[in-house]
Structure formats: structure tokens, C-alpha cells
């Protein structure tokens, strides 16, 4: 969401607020990845010590 409002700031809005924009653009989609990243590890160290089977009912849908 944030690079998506910073991203029409910087081609929409006023030209004193595009550097600052696109410094927090950039710091966002960074985040974003991290934040990928650490959750798709902790989803594999979930999977591979004591929660098995946790990928599988993510992609059913089950409570199981």
C-alpha cells in the first residue's frame, strides 16, 4: 500500500515532495521483500520441526 500511494505522489503530486517520496518507495518495497523472505522461513522451520503438514493445509484450506 505504501508503494502504491508513493508511487502516485512521486507522478502525481507536487514536485517537492518527490525525493522524499521516492526515498520511502524504495525503503517499501525492501520491507515488503523482507518481509517475504522471513515469512516463507518461518512457514519452512514451521513445515520441518514440529508443525508438519502446514504447507499442504495452506494450500487446501483445511483446519485439520
Known sequence: ???LI?????ELGPKY?????E??????VYYL?????????GLLIAEFTNDKGIIS?????SND
Open 1 to 3: 500500500m505504501v508503494s
Open 6 to 10: 508513493t508511487g502516485l505522489i512521486i
Open 17 to 21: 515532495l518527490k525525493k522524499p517520496m
Open 23 to 28: 526515498e520511502i518507495h524504495v525503503l517499501g
Open 33 to 41: 521483500v523482507a518481509f517475504i523472505i522471513i515469512h516463507i522461513a
Open 57 to 61: 493445509r495452506i494450500v487446501r484450506g
